[in-house]
């Protein structure tokens, strides 16, 4: 194959790339961020903060955009109290469910997340990413 045909192959391989055409799986608007958002089911402080933490992420992630308002087709993440607590040094390791929901309260998934009380952010990455398959399912339900 001479060096020209393959320049172009590459070329449109990357223009195909870039359109989403060459990856299975996108949405149909690629690009189009999530509306989501964060509610807390529990008042003790942290299960705010991890609430907070949970909002702090989508915010930084550009699949997701925050909104409010329960606008349609926006996911609903329900931070809960911790159920587990367990010594762990001089901090607790605790597990926090998190529904994801339709603004209709249809259930689009579930996960526990698991950190310290002083690394809540590290619960807050790991709701972010499960988010993107009950996000996925949004526009199915």
Known sequence: MSGMM???IL?????????????PGLAARPGAQTQVEVWRNGDDGVT????EA????????????ISSGARANSL???VQSPTEAVRSGIHYKLVFPVRFTTVGSQTLGFTRVTCQENTLDTCADQVVNAAGPAAAKLGRR
């Open 6 to 8: 393959r320049a172009r």
């Open 11 to 23: 070329a449109v391989a990357s223009g195909l790339a870039a359109m989403g055409m060459a990856t």
């Open 48 to 51: 705010l903060k991890l609430a």
């Open 54 to 65: 949970v909002t702090s992420a989508f915010r930084e992630n550009d699949a997701f955009q």
């Open 76 to 78: 609903m993440v329900v």
